[in-house]
């Protein structure tokens, strides 16, 4: 019976086309927060919320959920895996939230199989963006009108790329820079190895990544695409607010194809990114 009235009420919410984000958190004020959030921003989604594991588990069998926001500070890692040990919602995306960058958690997390970690705190903005593209909602920049002909090396009218910054006030002021001067679909990550996996799975047209990347830095990740025969020729940008001519030296003898001062990129370095970006077409 009780089968029967789960799969009932999952008709009714696929007939109605509803698409559902489960917030679980045992902290009440970041669950109202991120409730409000989400709701302000994405109205044409039905937010739910749990404070506890039984409350989202009896959720998750009873609603057709699209995506599922946990947090690592708040026993999100114990929800996570019963999720995972539960065939039924194995393929169900999750989103972990934590305050923590620590190596091991953010192994566990991944290990786990989650589609997105964010590291706390993170502004309203990007936590919508993130949760728009885990839903398949692609953030897209109009080409701009411009009097002039359109340079003919230019193919595309809408390029990838990705931007891999752990610090959110400079992700949002490249992906603000780049966006203005581009047609692009920006995609963001705030680890390495969350990078590389949007790089293997996605693709892109070109990678920006920060060059003090904690646990995999930025030459590192430009060595790793280099040596993957998939990736070798997606080029691979560094990002850096060093002026150090050691640095530099070492960024301009890496696999990188390139570097640029961040977080406000100059015009002439987003010279140099079209080129790239053009070379590639």
Known sequence: MEALKSNALKKVAEDRG????????????NLS???LVLERSLSEYKILTANNPLTAINTLVSREVNLIILDADYNGLD???RIREDERFQPL???MMSGSTQRELVANVFSLGVQDYVT????????????????G?????PAPVVEKPVVETRQKTNFRIIIIEDDIF????EREVVQNRFPCEIITAQSAAEGMRILETQ????VLINLDMPFINGLKFAALASNNNRLKNIPVIIMTDTRDYTVISEIKRSAAAGFVRKPNISEGDLIMLESKLTHRN
């Open 18 to 29: 509803e698409v559902v984000i489960l917030i679980v958190n045992s902290d009440e004020r």
């Open 33 to 35: 927060i991120t409730k």
């Open 79 to 81: 929800m996570l895996r």
């Open 93 to 95: 995306p999750v989103m």
């Open 120 to 135: 706390k705190p993170c502004s309203p903005q990007d936590l919508v963006g993130r949760v728009n593209k885990l839903l």
């Open 137 to 141: 909602v692609r953030e897209t920049i």
């Open 170 to 173: 400079d992700l949002r002021q």
């Open 203 to 206: 693709g892109a047209d070109l």
